[in-house]
């Protein structure tokens, strides 16, 4: 049966009959367009409007975030089911201050493949991949180097000598592209500032609005910083994994895991041991197994990590989330407030509640629990009373936290039974802030 994704995929085949396009960087001629990978159409800006318009009243479409640029639309759609798809409509193909394909010649050269939609030639796409990658100073990916060398042998020769001749190149066969060769990619950028479309004038003009692009990007851009808390043995990591594997393959995000912390400032112990053998020591000692019981000591091992996460907050909105990343933390600070001692703290929960106020607060928090009979059947960390007491402790601050974000719902007390369900759960949530 085929998914709301492939249905939409037929109806947008359907709609672009329409208008001229071409389809982009699709391997297999005799095969429907893959509604499981991107897909790129290079088409006029005045058809976008009449397509998003279209996806924006299929059925099935939950929601469409978009994102422009002087050269390309980007659309993200979400369906009702959990299916989504990326869509790039391309105006022309343009990498920093040059057009590397030119768009009339792609469009007057443009066919209907066996499975119906309009496509360019093999040496369009063999010139596509290879200048796009190589421009970006990267090599080619291995599945186009694979759909190369799959092809007749004869029809290999004639792409590999149809390349060389128009780039002045000495390629004699297709794995040469699987590394980056800067004596390659001289060749095509002297072939490329003869083309018209790359004059002087219009190189400054190109790298202009590449440059406002990249400047604006910054303020259209939805990363995030989500956090997962539990007491150890709740199946925390694991769903992680889980989130972090969704959020990356199925909705093409860059995701990021940190851990408890910024980490700006390393951890204390690493001053007197070094960081690897601070961190050897972590590893071997169990959470909890601390014996510090001094105040002061508390207090300067609390205010040396707090300045971390206060100054460190900073950073990784610029590193990460200005970048566009989802954050996700394994713990975050609210264990400062509920389980100080697991980092070997003994203060007054009313200062670290209290300083909350000016760290940073993510965009969705996830407090991960289960039976403590259970956990401490995975781990006999902590006795089971200790389980019970944290378990309470953290639900009654996500809750009170909860009631004081202004109807955000962004604190969220998530009982882990079935990992599925739980991913589910938070998938669903995380939905609706990327």
């Known amino acids: 049966m085929n998914s709301e994704k492939q249905k939409f995929v037929a109806h947008l085949l359907k709609k672009l009959e329409e208008t001229d396009y071409v389809v982009l960087k699709h391997l297999d001629e005799k095969t429907d367009i893959d509604s499981n990978a991107d897909?790129?159409?290079?088409?006029?800006?005045?058809?976008?409007t009449p397509i998003l318009e279209f996806a924006n009243n299929f059925p099935?479409?939950?929601?469409?975030?978009?994102h422009n640029t002087k050269s390309m639309v980007q659309a993200c759609i979400y369906f009702q089911g959990g299916d989504f798809l990326q869509l790039d409509f391309l105006f022309k193909l343009v990498r920093k201050q040059f057009e590397y394909l030119d768009t009339k010649a792609v469009f007057s050269n443009n066919k209907k493949s066996e499975g119906g939609y309009l496509t360019y030639s093999k040496d369009q796409l063999l010139e596509h991949v290879v200048l796009f990658n190589f421009l970006n100073f990267g090599r080619v990916p291995d599945k186009y180097i694979q759909h190369f060398t799959s092809l007749p042998e004869k029809e290999q020769s004639e792409l590999l000598q149809n390349f060389n001749t128009k780039y002045t190149t000495d390629l004699q066969s297709f794995e040469q592209l699987s590394n980056f060769n800067p004596s390659i990619r001289t060749n095509l950028v002297n072939?490329?500032?003869?083309?018209?479309?790359?004059?002087?004038?219009?190189?400054?003009?190109?790298?202009?609005?590449?440059?406002?692009?990249?400047?604006?990007g910054v303020f259209d851009k939805s990363g995030k910083i989500i956090t997962f808390s539990g007491v150890d043995g709740a199946g925390k990591s694991t769903i992680i994994d889980l989130v972090k594997n969704e959020l990356a393959t199925k909705y093409r995000r860059k995701v990021v895991v940190l851990r408890h912390r910024p980490s700006l400032l390393p951890i204390l112990s690493a001053w007197r041991y070094g960081k690897t053998n601070a961190e050897k020591r972590t590893v071997q000692n169990l959470p909890h197994s601390g014996k510090n019981s001094s105040k002061i000591s508390s207090m300067f091992r609390f205010f040396y990590y707090y300045f971390d996460y206060l100054f460190g907050q900073f950073y990784i909105y610029t590193k990460y989330v200005l970048r566009d990343y989802i954050v996700l933390y394994d713990r975050y600070y609210f264990d400062f407030i509920i389980d100080g001692k697991r980092s070997n703290l003994n203060i007054p929960t009313w200062i670290s509640k209290g300083l909350y106020r000016f760290i940073y607060k993510p965009e969705l928090n996830f407090f991960l629990f289960a039976d403590a009979n259970v956990i401490y059947k995975r781990k006999q960390e902590m006795p089971v009373t200790m389980?019970?007491?944290?378990?309470?402790?953290?639900?009654?601050?996500?809750?009170?936290?909860?009631?004081?974000?202004a109807g955000k719902n962004n604190?969220?007390?998530?009982?882990?039974?079935?990992?599925?369900?739980t991913l589910n759960t938070v998938i669903n949530h995380c939905k609706k802030i990327i």
Not at 60 to 66: C, E, F, S
Not at 191 to 216: C, G, W
Request: charged letters at 30%; one cysteine or more; a negative charge.
């Open 191 to 216: 072939y490329l500032k003869k083309m018209p479309q790359n004059s002087i004038t219009n190189r400054i003009k190109h790298f202009a609005e590449y440059t406002i692009d990249k400047v604006t």
């Open 39 to 48: 897909i790129d159409l290079l088409i006029a800006p005045k058809e976008v």
């Open 387 to 405: 389980i019970k007491e944290l378990t309470e402790n953290y639900c009654s601050l996500f809750n009170e936290l909860n009631q004081n974000s």
């Open 411 to 421: 604190y969220l007390n998530i009982e882990n039974i079935k990992k599925e369900d």
């Open 60 to 66: 099935t479409v939950d929601k469409i975030l978009t």
